[in-house]
């Protein structure tokens, strides 16, 4: 069974960055998809980008693409998520998600667990 724990929200200004982490343990890393979903206050989940087990490909939602950047270091059992220009409307809690083994980050459906998450706060 995988864990994963997010770690990096707080609040911050519109138009600012935040840099979210998701450290693993419990499986090999190395060989799983990873994505990041988010939950909007009163809203549903969506995804919101999604990275394949090798790093080589990458999925992003239209709302965050060109703002959002996914990564991930197999090294240290982490991954990434980079946003920049932060709108009030990118205000959820984020979580990260281990996806299939050798899984290429997309569909949305393909992934699982998530970890409790971590909020994010964009002020107007």
């Known amino acids: 069974q995988v864990q994963l724990v997010e770690s990096g929200g707080g609040r911050v200004q519109a138009g600012g960055s935040l840099r979210l982490s998701c450290a693993a343990s419990g499986r090999t890393f190395s060989t799983y998809a990873l994505g990041w979903f988010r939950q909007p206050p009163g809203k549903e989940g969506e995804f919101v980008a999604g990275?394949?087990?090798?790093?080589?490909?990458?999925y992003y939602a239209d709302s965050v693409k060109g703002r959002f950047t996914i990564s991930r270091d197999n090294a240290k059992w982490a991954a990434y998520l980079q946003m920049n220009s932060l709108k009030p409307e990118d205000t959820a809690a984020y979580y990260c998600?281990?996806?299939?083994?050798w899984g290429m980050g997309y569909p949305p459906s393909d992934f699982g667990s998530r970890g409790q998450g971590t909020q994010v706060t964009v002020s107007s």
């Open positions: 998600a281990i996806g299939p083994k």
């Open positions: 990275i394949s087990w090798s790093g080589s490909n990458t």
